[in-house]
């Protein structure tokens, strides 16, 4: 009986609505409880106890933030370009959404195994760049134009090293679908991608860094110069989207860094395969790198843009062509003997 | 006829600025246009209330403007209504990073008129007190520089070291931050029982925090490094030239500190090397804010170690009057030379009083270097002046 | 890079560290710290023993105590003396400077180790001790001498410019 109502909602439209709903929950959850991480990790760091009041060890923080957030008002700046103003933080928060459509959760569990997956990852996280562009243009604030300048200088720059790394994936699955990429590193942890494509590890966690907008690479935030940068005339619901989309957009570049090089939901040994409950092994992996983002962010300040520029043009991109072609020669040596 | 505002504003900006806004279409000969930023006064990074009005090409800074005055609270002209006694309170405000060294100046000044013979074991409390108050400021100081970098951390660790100091100046003092301490002829009260040996576990812990928390984090972090070496860079002679004093001085290799070189008090006894450093850029004057706080930390044993008995005050008797005549208290605060006039007309009040406070001349250094540099780079040099705001507007 | 990110990763050991290090912060109003003997919170007095010298009004340099004095016979001595019928301490001037403590000659006013003032409106905050209250947006103007300044008095003279730390110049 169950079974049949569970086949039943694998047919369209079911599986469209279950699964937007699916994703959406998952999305705002994720940013949620990123929120609370990031609090709790930063306190503790710096030897606090962040927040303890909202529920058990404050654990019912964000569910607080949220409500507070939503009764607050929505200002705008008087002369702002209201339509982009507003739209800004639904372009921010799309491309963090829909990329989950391709992720793979645990074997058998993605929602679209589309066979154009990294392609379709890298043309949607592009439309974050617009989103930070919107925002502050629409403000009209001296701030807010130097945060989106800023933005998208160092989103659209990165993509390069970013996609450059991707290329060696590409490679060694010889496909585009993350679920292929994922089965090809089954086998224990040597399998995984990180290990023979090192620098390009490195290079995408970097410039995945960079993409998500965190510290080291907050320019466009840049609270001390540029007070919040793109997102300073922001209040209220829109100002918690942008947030979300930001915590959400972390924890997508984490599960990314996962899926390519961390094996996905694969175990680390074969003896703890968990089966259909995979994904137990996709989350940790997802929160430990979630976790070094933000031991990173806690403990290293922040680059200047002509700083920020080198380091991706003149390190990131050389050092990922160099290494492609390595892998190139490797995969022809190996392959042909 | 300009609003009062306006003519402020325009009284502020200089030379091609002023053309400017008569003018504001000016554009560079590839009709590109300047961007017009007003940075502050409430801004998270202004070390309280200063504006800058900057004029940028991209982010190159072309132009910055310093306006002043936005935490003016009229000390000089209050203190010339107190009777001398309470003044010193009023003083205490003036830095508030570094309260004890501004009591201290003005408590010279007034003891140089009165010509009072001070205890010695008053004038060890004071300067015991005093080095304390510079850890107390310098450390804070070196968390701001990193917080305008974008970390976040350190200043968290500074404030920690901060309120332990604090802790033990309220069982001193009474008060967490506007002491009230030092007083004319010597100090409030001796110190309580059991503190001597609280500041010496205190420091011996703090010699020990400051290796990993403020120089392991910092030093070597290579972000750090490229952030501020080379930024903010002066030579030695314009920084004599501009008559700065203290860190932002000796950080490029000039030798004056105060202390040394005009000592006063316990300072006479006391065996301290003045730190210099010879680039001159935000990351000399890091190094030279953690050897200061080296220094304070050798001065502060070796007070403790032989702390001399007796009374802590001079008997002046209750009301204090000064003869006709004028006295000048010179000390070295954390910023850098604090000095204070006192003018005396024999009555209960003084006459005048003129504090010289070294942020205000200090300050004056970001006209002078920050253009050029990129808009992120204001950051690190304020947090190489490290003004104070109530420092500079008095 | 000459160091290859030794500094960064020298730096993140030090925050590991201190992650699982012990916390120092304090649930503030659940836990409080004990006060020091000396530390110097809102001021109350004793109205019995205040024997209405206005020390402690004269030497406050915020103006925030107002005395109202009356001659009255209050311990039945016979002889009518000095009586503080209003007496009004206005805390949100007060800067606890400890000042009108240490005037005080018979120490009838003093600190408590109460911190905690708060209240909608400033005049709240004005504390009357007095049996008849004192309006305290009325400034007590303390009998300090007035100088007839800037009204033309020449500066004193200044004999010759002290300098300080005599002759050691580097
Ligand atoms: S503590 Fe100072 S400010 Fe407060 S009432 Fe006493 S003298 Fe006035
Ligand atoms: S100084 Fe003391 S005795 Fe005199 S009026 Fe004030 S509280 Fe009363």
Request: include cysteine; proline fraction near 6%; glycine fraction near 8%.
């Amino acid at each position: 009986m169950v079974w049949t109502v569970v086949e039943y909602l694998n047919y369209e439209p079911w599986r469209f609505l279950v699964s937007f709903a699916a994703v959406l929950f998952l999305v705002l959850n994720i940013a949620g409880i990123f929120t609370m991480a990031e609090r709790k990790a930063s306190a503790y760091i710096q030897l606090r106890y962040g927040p303890n009041r909202v529920g058990p060890r404050g654990l019912l923080q964000p569910a607080a933030d949220v409500l507070k957030l939503f009764s607050k008002e929505n200002l705008s700046p008087n002369r702002a370009d209201l339509w982009i103003f507003l739209a800004a933080p639904i372009a921010m928060f799309i491309p963090a959404a829909a990329v989950w459509l391709v992720m793979p959760f645990a074997p058998g569990a993605v929602i679209v195994d589309l066979n154009i997956a990294i392609l379709f990852f890298v043309a949607i996280t592009s439309i974050g760049a617009l989103g930070v562009i919107m925002a502050g243009y629409g403000s009209r604030s001296a701030f807010s134009l130097l945060g989106a300048l800023r933005g998208a200088a160092q989103m659209i720059s990165y993509e390069v090293p970013l996609i450059l790394s991707l290329l060696g994936v590409i490679m060694l699955a010889g496909s585009l679908s993350l679920v292929d990429v994922v089965n090809a590193q089954s086998g224990g942890f040597w399998h995984w991608y990180f290990l023979p494509l090192l620098p390009m590890f490195v290079v995408f966690y970097v410039a995945g860094l960079a993409e998500v907008k965190r510290v080291p690479f907050d320019l466009p935030e840049g609270e001390s110069e540029i007070v919040g940068g793109y997102m300073v005339e922001y209040s209220g619901m829109t100002w918690a989207m942008i947030q979300a989309s930001e915590f959400a957009m972390m924890g997508l570049m984490a599960a990314m860094n996962v899926t390519l090089f961390l094996g996905g939901w694969q175990p680390p040994l074969d003896f703890l395969d968990l089966g259909a409950f995979n994904w137990i092994w996709f989350g940790l992996k997802t929160a430990l790198l979630t976790f070094t983002f933000q031991w990173i962010r806690w403990s290293v300040p922040r680059l200047r843009m002509d700083q920020l520029m080198d380091l991706g043009w003149k390190i990131l991109v050389p050092a990922c062509l160099v290494w492609l072609f390595v892998v190139a020669g490797a995969m022809l040596v190996l392959q042909g003997s | 006829m300009l609003s009062e505002e306006r003519r402020i504003e325009s009284a502020a900006l200089s030379g091609r600025a002023a053309g400017r806004l008569a003018n504001p279409d000016v554009r560079d000969e590839f009709g590109l246009e300047t961007l017009d930023m007003s940075m502050g006064p409430q801004h998270p990074a202004m070390h309280g209330l200063l504006r800058l009005i900057l004029e940028l090409d991209g982010e190159t800074v072309v132009r910055c403007d310093t306006v002043m005055g936005y935490l003016h609270r009229s000390k000089e002209k209050i203190s010339e209504n107190r009777m001398y006694p309470a003044v010193i309170p009023i003083t205490d405000r003036i830095d508030y990073m570094n309260n004890i060294a501004m009591e201290y100046g003005y408590v010279l000044a007034v003891e140089k008129l009165l010509d009072a013979e001070i205890p010695p074991r008053a004038d060890a409390i004071r300067a015991l007190m005093n080095e304390f108050g510079r850890i107390m400021s310098h450390i804070p100081s070196i968390g701001f520089l990193m917080l305008e970098l974008g970390a976040f951390t350190p200043i968290l660790y500074a404030f920690r070291e901060r309120e332990r100091i604090q802790n033990i100046f309220e069982a001193v003092t009474g008060a967490r931050m506007m002491f009230h301490y030092i007083r004319i002829g010597g100090v409030k009260a001796d110190l309580p029982e059991g503190i001597p040996e609280q500041m010496w576990n205190y420091i011996e812990g703090l010699e020990q925090r400051l290796q990993p928390d403020f120089v392991d984090l910092i030093e070597g972090n290579e972000i750090f490094i490229a952030r501020t070496r080379g930024i903010g860079k002066m030579t030695q002679e314009k920084a004599v030239e501009m008559g700065l004093t203290g860190v932002p001085l000796r950080c490029t290799g000039a030798e004056f500190d105060v202390r040394k070189h005009y000592p006063y008090g316990w300072y006479k006894n006391l065996d301290f090397d003045v730190i210099t450093d010879t680039e001159g850029d935000v990351e000399a004057s890091y190094r030279v804010r953690i050897g200061e706080v080296k220094q304070s930390i050798r001065m502060i044993k070796q007070i403790l170690e032989d702390l001399p008995e007796g009374e802590v005050m001079a008997d002046l008797g209750r009301r204090i009057r000064p003869a006709e005549g004028d006295g000048i208290g010179r000390v070295e605060s954390a910023r850098g030379e604090y000095a204070v006039h006192v003018v005396s007309d024999g009555s209960d009040t003084p006459y005048r009083v003129h504090y010289r406070t070294p942020c205000t001349v200090n300050m004056q250094l970001l006209q002078e270097i920050v253009p050029g540099h990129y808009l992120p780079d204001i950051m690190p040099i304020m947090g190489l002046i490290d003004p104070v705001s109530g420092a500079w507007d008095k | 890079m000459p160091q290859l990110g030794q500094g960064i990763l020298k730096g993140m050991g030090v925050t590991l560290g201190h992650l699982f290090g012990k916390k120092i912060t304090r649930a503030y109003p659940e836990y409080k710290r004990d006060l020091p003997e000396r530390s110097r919170g809102l001021l109350t007095v004793d109205m019995d023993r205040c024997i209405a010298c206005l020390q402690c009004m004269r030497i406050c340099p915020d103006h925030c105590i107002s005395i109202e004095q009356e001659k009255r016979d209050a311990d039945g001595s016979g002889k009518a003396k000095p009586y503080a019928v209003g007496f009004v301490i206005d805390d949100s001037r007060c800067m606890y400077c400890s000042l009108c403590v240490e005037v005080c000659p018979v120490n009838c006013i003093y600190h408590t180790e109460e911190f905690e003032a708060q209240a909608y409106n400033r005049l709240e905050l004005a504390r009357q001790f007095g049996e008849r209250p004192v309006d305290p947006t009325v400034d007590p103007k303390p009998a300090v001498k007035k100088k007839k300044k800037p009204t033309g008095k020449k500066a004193p003279k200044t004999v010759e410019r002290p300098r300080t730390g005599e002759d050691e110049v580097a």
